[in-house]
């Protein structure tokens, strides 16, 4: 008797490890293609000179895998990806799915109902101290081309309540393979914003939603 | 005998060391409106109040040491900083405000003069990061908390886990800060049937109910709304309160309506600390100037003879509170000492 049992213990952990199965999104920037590397220099067409990239960090939330129109949330509601860390999210999911939805920010309700851990702990660099808020997506760099201080861009993009509330849904069809490459393009990013103009960005503003508006429209699936 | 009674002693100070804070249920009266801040996200626990009150008196909050939150928040100024119109920080720096009075946070809906911080948890991060007050960053403190012993010691005891993290700071701040409960000056026990208020002093409340009430509402003496006080800008400090964050031309010289409890305690008042006296205060409301403006905005005249100033002065005098700015619970915790001697 206690031999069956453990036959039958031996192949139900069998079993789990045959249909358990990790679903891999991994997050790149690109620059014309090329996988950006922090602190290194690109050429810029619009700026007619180098541009590098120094931080970026953005939160994701609520990530849902979608087959056949149904949804299931998959891992923590709020997940920091930091460039400078770890950009890719492993999940325990055996789901197929033929695409993925997330937002990108963090809502209004965890914006006002105080201090969380993890990758909303205020030590992680993105919540502001002289007011109340999550800066949803922080990129930062320099380019020859600019005439500012240090030749420094700076966007820290954010905002919880109206009119400057700052999420945007990004809904992506994914590939058929349990590891999708997440592309945020930041030449196409770069080619709507005018760096001479506007090289920063550090508060809730009709500017920041536009410009996440912009960001949630060009991140697409790496064919 | 004397070994039971010793056990008996370590029992009951176990026991202690566990008592959990009914603080919803027993620490303000039935005439308080329900709290705003939300205690199931933060369950109110003996050991997290008094690590966050050793965080506030520590100057560990700040970059080099020499600012802690009691700096400008004193228990015997009812937690603001009497006699000095702005805050001061580090390295001597002045900054652009008075340091607000620091009681009744459960019932505030927002916190700073302007409104910027929307909960009491993260309220801590504007000082600790602000340049003129404590020019650190929280990802530092929680560094330094991390290396000290002591601290790991009392992280462990309230959160049963000696690492450090933003959030167990924050929260641990907020436990404490949510003790400093005013509400036993003499209105509470008129309130309460235990004493009557003189003739004065009940002219004064009447005085008050007609001309103060609708922006300094009882029993928290305030609304804490974002309101113009109808004082002249600071060609200085430029200060345009609420309007500064929103960006709203609407917004523009919005600051919260404090509460006008502790008055004799908290001095001096509005939020660039311009008034020492009440009867400042009273002129200004009743200046030709401030009656134009609030005609102009559709508020109701103030008008009020000297008698009338003197009897609401006398209301207003009934609402400092001894007990709660002379609470030992509330002081400099002593083992602080033994710490920074050991250091």
């Keep these: ?223 | 005998m004397k070994l039971k009674f010793t056990a008996f002693l370590i029992i009951l100070s176990a026991l202690f060391a566990f008592q959990k804070i009914e603080y919803q249920v027993d620490q303000f009266p039935d005439y308080f409106p329900a709290p705003l801040y939300n205690f199931s996200n933060n369950p109110m626990d003996t050991n997290k109040v008094n690590l966050g009150r050793f965080l506030f008196y520590d100057g560990i909050l700040s970059k080099d040491n020499s600012i802690s939150c009691s700096a400008c928040h004193s228990p015997f100024s009812a937690f603001g900083h009497n006699d000095h119109q702005l805050s001061h920080g580090i390295h001597d720096s002045i900054g652009n405000r008075n340091a607000p009075p620091l009681f009744n946070l459960a019932w505030q809906p927002n916190f700073m003069w302007d409104g910027a911080v929307n909960h009491l948890d993260m309220q801590a991060l504007a000082p600790i990061s602000s340049e003129t007050e404590m020019g650190s960053n929280i990802a530092d403190v929680v560094k330094r908390l991390q290396d000290d012993p002591f601290y790991r010691k009392r992280f462990y005891r309230a959160f049963q886990d000696s690492t450090v993290t933003g959030e167990r700071l924050l929260k641990a701040l907020s436990q404490f800060q949510l003790t400093l409960i005013s509400a036993n000056s003499k209105y509470d026990q008129e309130k309460k049937g235990q004493v009557e208020f003189t003739k004065e002093e009940l002219k004064g409340y009447k005085i008050f109910q007609k001309n103060c009430n609708s922006c300094h509402q009882e029993p928290l003496f305030s609304t804490y709304e974002m309101k113009q006080n109808f004082i002249a800008l600071d060609s200085n400090l430029r200060d345009y309160g609420q309007g500064a964050i929103t960006k709203n031309a609407t917004d523009s010289l919005l600051f919260k309506v404090p509460s006008l409890r502790n008055l004799e305690f908290s001095y001096p008042y509005m939020h660039d600390g311009r008034y020492y006296e009440l009867e400042e205060i009273l002129q200004h409301y009743t200046s030709k100037t401030v009656q134009e403006k609030f005609k102009a905005n559709g508020l109701q005249k103030i008008n009020l003879s000297a008698k009338d100033q003197t009897d609401l002065i006398a209301f207003l005098q009934t609402l400092n509170d001894k007990e709660f700015v002379f609470d030992r619970q509330h002081r400099f915790p002593r083992e602080l000492l033994v710490k920074w001697k050991e250091e």
């Excluded at chain 1, 206690?2 to 192949?11: A, C, D, G, T």
């Excluded at chain 1, 619009?46 to 979608?66: P, W």
């Excluded at chain 1, 789901?95 to 209004?108: C, P, Q, R, T």
Aim: aromatic share 12%; net charge neutral.
């Design chain 1, 1 to 223: 008797m206690i031999r069956v049992y453990f036959i039958l213990v031996f192949l139900s952990a069998l079993g789990s490890e045959v249909y358990s199965q990790t679903t891999t999104l991994k997050f790149i920037a690109t620059w014309q293609g090329e996988s950006v590397v922090l602190g290194k220099q690109y050429f810029s067409t619009t700026l007619k000179d180098s541009i590098q990239f120094d931080r970026l960090r953005f939160y994701i939330s609520d990530l849902t895998f979608v087959n056949d129109s149904l949804e299931k949330p998959q891992g923590k509601q709020h997940i920091l990806l930091d460039f400078e860390k770890s950009t890719t999210i492993n999940l325990d999911s055996s789901m197929a799915f033929e695409g993925i939805n997330f937002k990108l920010g963090i809502d209004s309700i965890t914006n006002v109902s105080g201090a969380f851990g993890g990758d909303l702990d205020p030590t992680v660099g993105m919540y502001w101290s002289w007011q109340s808020g999550y800066v949803n997506f922080k990129l930062e760099g320099k380019s020859n081309a600019l005439h500012s201080s240090n030749q420094k861009f700076q966007f820290h993009l954010g905002g919880y309540s109206f009119p400057n509330k700052n999420v945007a849904r990004v809904s992506l069809k994914t590939n058929k393979n349990s590891q999708n490459i997440i592309e945020l393009p930041l030449d196409l990013l770069f080619k709507e914003i005018d760096l001479s103009v506007q090289n920063t960005i550090m508060s809730p503003s009709l500017k920041a939603v536009e410009m996440t508006q912009t960001i949630a429209g060009i991140i697409q699936i790496q064919k």
